[in-house]
């Protein structure tokens, strides 16, 4: 039925319904009403299907970027190349799909850059944090079941194909490998919090120097950030246990060489950084005292010490250990 059909159905409306009952005609403008709002239905589908595939009917300009069509569709080169930029117009953002930028950063706060800020769904920075923090491969009913416990079965499931479909490729990078019903985080990208793990083992192992190295001030820097501060998953609970006890017997160790080697200022840096995130931790404490004795420093360690000992005495009820005493006691005698 087209417009004409219907525009004389409006004019015979009034005609034909006056020969009928009163039932049967509101049943006939409801059906004469029906035919309109199909019509109307038709035209406004038609016209949007024109205006994307023809838009210079309507003197409309769709976006066009570098290597692609009208339409988004990926074209070649003059040299029959396919060229590297893609363009995502659901976020107007232009992507780079350089592996050199693929850097997962979970200490502080989760940021994924891709050459640039590209925007990942909550979803996705669950499963890529998960797959990051993840020795090895990670089983798929064991990632639904970490990520959504509270979840129904099929819900679960539905938000892992989800999350997964959105982390596994941003513009040309693949992030997710899978091997078969495993997963794994795909080589290209590097993960901050690996990578300042194997830069303090190197210097753990090498030993530090007394030249004041401005890698080493970064390294302390990376310890003292927190994982996921602001997530709070379950999972996520037993990772950060892990990462407070390693990060600490770094800070630890290095305060420690440094301190052999006289470099008291970054050893003290060290021992703070230490303490700031475990406030009873003694041993950090004590690295602290040492360092002040050993410049000179006796009414500052005195102070410490007693800064330390009412912390203790009014928040856990103990007293400092025999070997703190022993440490300060030269300086009582003195």
Not at 53 to 67: A, F, I, M, N, V
Not at 197 to 206: F, P, S, T
Request: with cysteine; glycine share 8%.
């Amino acid at each position: 039925m087209n417009e004409t059909d219907v525009g004389q159905m409006s004019d015979e409306e009034d005609i034909a319904t006056s020969t009928i009952s009163h039932p049967e005609k509101r049943m006939y403008i409801a059906d004469v009403g029906n035919v309109h709002s199909r019509c109307w239905y038709i035209q406004v589908r038609s016209s949007l299907r024109n205006a994307l595939t023809k838009p210079e009917w309507y003197g409309l300009q769709l976006p066009r970027c570098p290597g692609r069509g009208p339409r988004g569709g990926l074209r070649r080169s003059s040299k029959g190349r396919r060229q590297a930029d893609v363009h995502d117009f659901r976020r107007g953002k232009q992507l780079n799909a350089s592996k050199d930028g693929n850097k997962l950063t979970l200490l502080g706060g989760f940021q994924f850059s891709l050459q640039n800020n590209l925007c990942i769904p909550l979803g996705a920075r669950r499963l890529l944090a998960l797959l990051a923090l993840e020795d090895g491969e990670v089983d798929r009913t064991t990632a639904t079941e970490r990520l959504w416990p509270d979840s129904r079965h099929g819900r679960a499931a539905a938000n892992f194909r989800s999350a997964l479909w959105q982390g596994k490729r941003a513009g040309c990078a693949t992030l997710i490998d899978c091997v078969g019903p495993r997963l794994r985080l795909s080589s290209s990208v590097q993960v901050d919090l690996h990578e300042l793990l194997r830069n303090a083992r190197q210097i753990v192992e090498a030993g530090p120097s007394t030249s004041g190295d401005p890698r080493y001030l970064e390294i302390i820097d990376g310890l003292s950030h927190e994982l996921l501060p602001t997530w709070s998953d379950d999972w996520l609970l037993p990772k950060r246990v892990r990462w407070d006890q390693v990060r600490l017997h770094y800070l630890e160790t290095l305060a420690q060489q440094f301190l052999t080697v006289e470099n008291y200022l970054t050893a003290l840096e060290a021992a703070l950084a230490a303490i700031a995130i475990e406030p009873f931790r003694e041993s950090a404490h004590r690295l602290v005292l040492k360092v002040h004795i050993a410049e000179g420093n006796s009414a500052c360690a005195m102070k410490h010490y007693h800064r330390y000992r009412g912390l203790l005495v009014r928040e856990v009820g103990v007293k400092p250990s025999r070997q703190m005493v022993e440490l300060i006691h030269p300086l009582t005698s003195a």
